[in-house]
C-alpha cells in the first residue's frame, strides 16, 4: 500500500493492455499500491485471469473491459465504465516492420487506430472528469522510436512520435489544472511484441530490459518528471537524437535495422 500515491490518484487506475508486456507490469505495481484496476484488452480469459490474480495478491478491487481498440465499439465499451478514474495509463500498442511499399495498409491502418485513434479518445474522455476533480495522472506509452527516425518501422514511429508530443503538450496544458501527465519512451524491452517480429536484436546495440524495470522507472516518473526514458544507453541516443541531423540519423538506423531484420520483409 501506498498511500500518498493512492491519495493523489483516487481509487481507481484504467490501464490498457493490460495483460502482456508493459502494461501488464505496471498493472501489478499500480495493484501493489493498493489501487483498485480496470483492466483493458482483448482476450478475456486473460483478463479474467490477472484481475482474479491481483485481487488475490493485493486485496484491490478489480473490473475488467474485453475490448478491440482497433474498432470504435471497442473504445465505445472502455469510455462506458462507471468508475471514478484517478489514473489512466494508454499502455495498449501494436507495430508493424517492414519496407513501406510491402507492408500491409489494413495493419497500418489498425496500428494508426490503437497507437493514435484510442489513445486520443481515452485521454480526452478520461481527463475531463480529473480537470473538473482538479486531481488525476495520465501516463501514456511512447516510445524510443517517437525520438527519432525508425526506417522500417516508420508508421510506428510515427505513432509514438505522435505520442511523446500530445503527452509533453498535455503536460504542460493540464499541469496547472492539476493533473499529471508523464511520458514513458522505453527502448527494446522484452514483451511478446519484439519477441518474434522478424527483427534479430542481437544483431544491433539495443540491449533488451525487464518489464517490470521499466515499468517501475515509467511509473517513479509520474507526477516528478514529463519523460521517463529507463536505461542509459537509451537516454544517450534520445540525447544525440535531439543534437544530430534527421538526414544522418534516418541513414544511420536504416543500416542498423536493415542488417537485423527478416531479408524477405525489405
Do not use: C
Not at 68 to 92: F, H, P, R, S
Not at 222 to 251: D, T, V, Y
Amino acid at each position: 500500500m501506498d498511500t500518498k500515491f493512492k491519495n493523489k490518484y483516487g481509487d481507481w487506475a484504467l490501464i490498457t493492455g493490460a495483460t502482456s508486456g508493459i502494461g501488464a507490469e505496471l498493472t501489478s505495481q499500480i495493484a501493489a499500491k493498493g489501487i483498485n484496476i480496470v483492466l483493458v484488452a482483448r482476450k478475456e480469459k486473460e483478463l479474467a485471469d490477472h484481475a482474479s490474480s491481483l485481487q488475490k495478491r493485493y486485496g484491490i478491487k478489480t473490473k475488467y473491459v474485453s475490448a478491440d481498440l482497433v474498432t470504435t465499439e471497442g473504445i465505445e465499451k472502455v469510455k462506458q465504465i462507471e468508475e471514478k478514474i484517478g489514473l489512466l495509463v494508454i499502455a495498449a500498442g501494436i507495430e508493424v516492420n517492414g519496407a513501406f511499399e510491402k507492408t500491409s495498409l489494413e495493419s497500418e491502418l489498425k496500428l494508426i487506430q490503437i497507437n493514435v485513434v484510442a489513445t486520443l479518445q481515452l485521454t480526452h474522455h478520461f481527463s475531463k472528469a480529473m480537470i473538473e476533480r482538479k486531481k488525476g495522472g495520465i501516463l501514456l506509452i511512447s516510445s524510443l522510436s517517437g525520438h527519432m527516425p525508425n526506417p522500417y518501422l516508420s508508421n510506428y514511429a510515427g505513432s509514438k512520435a505522435y505520442v511523446l508530443n500530445l503527452g509533453a503538450s498535455l503536460y504542460g496544458e493540464l499541469k496547472p489544472k492539476g493533473v499529471d501527465v508523464s511520458i514513458l519512451s522505453p527502448g527494446l524491452t522484452k514483451t511478446p511484441m519484439v519477441a518474434d517480429n522478424g527483427i534479430d536484436w542481437s544483431k544491433t546495440p539495443m540491449q533488451a530490459m525487464e518489464p517490470s524495470v521499466v515499468a517501475e522507472i515509467g511509473l517513479k516518473g509520474l507526477g516528478k518528471r514529463l519523460l521517463s526514458i529507463p536505461g542509459r544507453k537509451n537516454n544517450f541516443m534520445a540525447f544525440m537524437s535531439k543534437h544530430s541531423p534527421l538526414e544522418m540519423l534516418a541513414k544511420m538506423n536504416e543500416k542498423m535495422i536493415r542488417k537485423a531484420i527478416d531479408v524477405n520483409k525489405i
